[in-house]
Nanobody, 114 residues
């Protein structure tokens, strides 16, 4: 079973940037779409970026123009470049295959200070 491990979370100031990384084990990474999700305290987990197997990307309006998802199938990795971080962006960020029953990792914490 493929496992995804997130890294790169940190404390940044408003307007700052972070690049999150997602490392996948297993041989099925390239055959799956990958999503980055986030969950803030007291809120539901939400999708913030999606990349398909053909590199088509999709973002909600809340992050469009600020976040960029990418993938490197040769390295079994996905990335989330986050620019212009805002006070509403702090959360635990997860990468995940958008498949029923797919496991969730531990996530990586993003904190934004004003």
């Amino acid at each position: 079973q493929v496992q995804l491990v997130e890294s790169g979370g940190d404390l940044v100031q408003v307007g700052g940037s972070l690049r999150l990384s997602c490392t996948a084990s297993g041989s099925t990474f390239s055959s799956n779409a990958v999503g980055w999700y986030r969950q803030a305290p007291g809120k539901q987990r939400e999708l913030v970026a999606l990349i398909t197997t053909t590199n088509v990307t999709n973002y909600p309006d809340s992050v469009k123009g600020r976040f960029t998802i990418s993938r490197d199938n040769a390295k079994n990795m996905a990335y989330l470049q986050m620019n212009s971080l805002q006070p509403e962006d702090p959360a635990v960020y997860y990468c995940h295959f958008p498949l029923q029953g797919a496991p969730w990792g531990q996530g990586t914490q993003v904190t934004v200070s004003s």
